[in-house]
């Protein structure tokens, strides 16, 4: 039996859009029946990218099909998402056509992003009817020219909640207007629009996040919305960061900052811009002396830099997490959803980590004394960089105490050289548990496990500490294993994570 020609309608639009995004599986689900013909015209979700097609003649013709069909039913559609490559005028006829259809009858979410053929080729202008679909809640634009009647008429964009605009051409005045007349907006991306020199948002309730990509001289963001809470900022042609006035967003925990910090604008005064922030996330090009910071209220700070550990000096009594990326944009959303419950730093060594580096590690903690976890992030290609770490045996500086270490040694080099480096990160640390991580199973590297067994053990006093070795990956009955020679017994393994416990006892 047909029964879910016997749903109600709704449902059946719920279940068509979990198909994928093609047009082949909605044609295919049209010829069941007639009903299913009737369904699938009435499916209120308009998906068109003219990357599934074979030619661009079926794409406009399958969009402008598709459209009429649908608007026939007088419908709000959920949907509308547009993606393609203008190259004939006649082309944007058709696109104009089958827009104003359904912005006739309301469209709850909208993308429109075009490309074109050539330079020369003038922009898509939206109709102006776009102004006034009042159920709109979600607006992206990409490569289109405002409605003409902008300033003229108002908007009825009072559903609006999310606003992405990207290579879209806008003036100062455009974009505090058009914040103003949003008045549930929440989310307002601006993304390498042209023309505008300042964002200004003036005592909006509902603004959330906030975030501006520019290329072009950005002069000042001027922001007056009590519940904003993140802004996401972007030089992305090393102009330098504009002056910012954010005294009154109380609520801005979260700051992201990527580009270019220019001489005249000094580290402490650019941070002085977020009074309140908690999380701070900054990729900056910047030659300084020093890096100062200090705030009471951060707790969670990335950093990449240039900047060398000597010149970094914050003072941050709060600071719960500190990650030091070292220029891998990669790492960032790892180090940004890790947890962390004590006091943790990461670093992500670049690949041809020295002795200095380890020295100027150890001293960065002993200024901050505050950290009570490491986690060590090692890509090192040169096994040479690793045997000179030897070095560091000859500076008498006392290992810094810590609860934890983990290392995660992601290297195709040789055992000796993971050897070399748990050697210099035991000469900076002392921990009370490490944890090593690894692309390859250690029952590979099995002289790395019992160095790292040794150094541990000569931390301590001997006769009254053990080292309990954990593996997780191994089975329950084998999980807690107390020294090297119940280790070297255990069943085969294919774990790439082994921990060392230190406690108080014994020594079998």
């Not at 909006?204 to 809470?229: F, G, K, M, V, W």
């Not at 600071?319 to 990326?325: C, Q, R």
Request: aromatic letters at 10%.
């Amino acid at each position: 039996m047909d029964r879910i020609s016997h749903l109600p309608e709704s449902i059946v639009h719920h279940i068509l859009s979990f198909l994928k995004k093609t047009p082949a599986e909605l044609v295919r689900m049209s010829v069941l029946s007639k009903s299913w013909f009737n369904l699938t015209a009435s499916f209120p979700c308009l998906d068109f990218n003219i990357d599934c097609f074979s030619t661009r003649e079926s794409f406009f013709k399958y969009v402008e099909y598709t459209t009429s069909r649908f608007c026939h039913h007088n419908l709000t559609a959920h949907k509308l998402l547009l993606y393609t490559e203008i190259q004939e005028p006649a082309e944007l006829d058709v696109v104009n056509r089958c827009l104003e259809l359904v912005l006739k009858n309301g469209v709850r979410e909208l993308v429109i992003s075009f490309t074109y053929s050539s330079l020369d080729f003038p922009k898509y202008r939206l109709p102006n009817i776009l102004l006034s679909v009042s159920v709109l809640e979600s607006l992206t634009i990409l490569g289109c020219d405002l409605p003409s009647s902008l300033m003229l008429d108002a908007i009825n964009f009072k559903s609006l909640i999310q606003l992405e605009l990207t290579l879209v051409p806008l003036n100062d005045e455009v974009i505090t207007y058009l914040a103003t007349s949003c008045p549930l907006l929440q989310v307002l991306d601006i993304g390498i629009c042209s023309g505008f020199k300042k964002v200004c948002v003036y005592g909006h309730q509902h603004l959330q996040e906030l975030r501006i990509t520019y290329d072009t001289p950005l002069e000042r963001i001027d922001i007056e919305a009590p519940n904003l809470s993140s802004l996401r900022i972007e030089d992305d042609d090393d102009i330098g960061a504009p002056q910012m006035n954010l005294a009154l967003c109380k609520n801005l925990t979260t700051v992201s900052y990527f580009g270019y910090l220019s001489p005249n604008l000094s580290f402490t005064d650019f941070v002085s811009s977020f009074p309140f922030v908690e999380n701070l996330y900054l990729a900056i090009h910047y030659n300084c002396n020093t890096l100062k910071l200090s705030s009471p209220s951060l707790r969670t700070f990335m950093l990449d830099s240039m900047c060398d550990f000597e010149d970094i000096e914050f003072s941050t009594p709060n600071l719960v997490f500190f990650s030091y990326p070292c220029g891998s944009y990669s790492t960032w959303p790892m180090a940004m959803h890790s947890t962390h419950l004590k006091a943790s730093m990461q670093c992500y060594p670049n690949r041809y980590t020295s002795g200095l580096w380890f020295q100027k590690l150890r001293r960065l903690l002993d200024k901050q004394n505050g950290f009570k976890v490491l986690n060590l992030y090692i890509d090192a290609l040169h096994s040479q960089t690793f045997t000179k770490l030897e070095k560091l045996k000859a500076i008498e500086l006392p290992p810094y105490e810590l609860e934890h270490v983990e290392l995660k040694l992601d290297t195709s080099e040789e055992s000796s050289a993971h050897v070399a480096f748990v050697n210099a990160v035991l000469w900076c640390c002392r921990p009370r548990s490490l944890t090593l991580r690894s692309s390859v199973p250690f029952e590979e590297q099995s002289d790395v496990v019992k160095f790292t067994y040794k150094k541990l053990l000569e931390q301590e006093d001997q006769g009254h500490t053990k080292i309990q070795i954990v593996s997780p990956s191994s089975s329950e009955a084998q999980k807690h294993l107390m020294d090297l020679k119940s280790l070297s017994m255990a069943s085969p393994r294919e774990g790439k994570t082994i921990s060392f416990i230190k406690e108080e006892g014994t020594p079998f």
